[in-house]
């Protein structure tokens, strides 16, 4: 439409050559035909005509040696950034990888990968698992993990449950794991510092016992789950002094994030019988759960991972009173 308004806004009698650049096949349908506004000037002046099909990104990449795509962030925009990419499947699976990917670069040797696909449950027919993406790998020389995990999701404040599908390369290579839930492989993801955890049913104690030995250099851990724990014969906070269950231990664990979830993953990290966090130094929380959790500051068993702590960031507003200033010591060292 733009070429159009230029070429008929006036008279070009000395018009005889036109470059079109990205030219596709929608611009041939509707100017290079008998009804086109554009048929004296194409017909009658036009002797040089040159036509640029910009899909170089449709070749394969023969030299290809390095190529690095690492994003924390979710985005809509995949084809977009990375051109040699064909079209978009809704699920990145072992096809995907194969097809639109591998079979573009016949010298790679190494390809290193993790990406996460978020599924709406009403695009999909039937409930993906993390086996109807393991069939798509099986052609695929070289290990690959995959994992699919069902979350929450909010859109303009309705909420509904989507897919999380993620597939990747094996040793996992990348500091960063996102919305793995109760199903997630047993893997050690020795790299991964950083990670979100976030499920539509609850985490129990043996699932952060499993993370804990999954993630031995976990730094940074956000919670995301508002359904309470059953706990199973675990002690409530009403049972401060028995204990029917191990200690697990996080020695690197820094940040901690259940802005997100159920005030019981507050006690689960808290309370010392059940989890033992030396290094807690941040602390991402909502502050009436907190102080239900620790009884108004008063609780011993929560005092030891809390002493620590040197900022609490939440929603409402801290009040630094006497009593969260001795519970929290390093708040004002």
């Known amino acids: 439409m733009f070429m159009e308004r230029i070429l008929l806004a006036s008279d070009y009698p000395n018009l005889t050559k036109l470059t079109i650049c990205h030219f596709q096949e929608e611009i041939a349908s509707n100017y290079f035909t008998n009804e086109s506004p554009l048929r004296s000037i194409f017909q009658e002046q036009i002797t040089n005509l040159i036509l640029i099909n910009n899909d170089k990104h449709k070749d394969k990449l023969l030299n ?34 194969q097809h639109d990917i591998l079979d573009y670069m016949p010298q790679l040797r190494s390809f290193t990968f993790y990406v996460c696909t978020y599924v709406d449950l009403v695009a999909v027919p039937y409930e993906l698992s993390s086996e109807d993406i393991q069939l798509t790998l099986a052609n ?14 909010s859109v303009n404040f309705v909420y509904g449950v989507r897919a999380a599908c993620s597939v990747f390369s094996l040793p996992f290579g990348f500091d960063y794991l996102r919305d793995i839930g109760n199903n997630f492989p047993n893997i ?75 005030r019981d993953y507050i006690e689960q990290f808290l309370d010392e019988t059940k989890t033992f966090v030396p290094c807690l130094t941040e602390f991402e929380v909502y502050v009436d759960d ?25 929603i409402e507003p801290v009040v630094h009173s006497e009593d969260l200033c001795l519970y929290f010591p390093s708040l004002y060292k």
Do not use: W
């Not at 962030?73 to 096809?95: C, E, M």
């Not at 002493?307 to 960031?313: C, G, M, N, R």
């Open 140 to 153: 695929i020389e070289q290990h690959i993990g995959s994992m699919v995990n069902y979350v929450t999701n």
């Open 64 to 97: 290809l040696k390095r190529f690095s795509l690492k994003s924390s962030y979710p985005f809509q925009q995949y084809d977009k950034v990375v051109l040699l990419l064909r079209r978009r499947n809704r699920v990145i699976g072992g096809t995907y990888v």
């Open 188 to 262: 050690v993801f020795s790299s991964v510092t950083y990670l979100v955890i976030q499920d539509i049913i609850p985490f129990e104690h043996e699932f952060f016992m499993r993370i804990a030995r999954s993630f031995p250099l976990l730094k940074h851990l956000f919670i995301r789950n508002k359904e309470s724990q059953n706990l199973n014969g675990l002690m409530t906070l009403s049972s401060d002094n028995c204990q029917l269950h191990s200690i697990i231990k996080y020695p690197h664990l820094t940040i901690l994030g259940v802005v997100s979830a159920h």
């Open 290 to 314: 907190l102080k239900t959790v620790t009884k108004d500051f008063t609780r011993e068993e929560t005092r030891r991972n809390s002493a620590k702590v040197k900022k609490i960031t939440s």
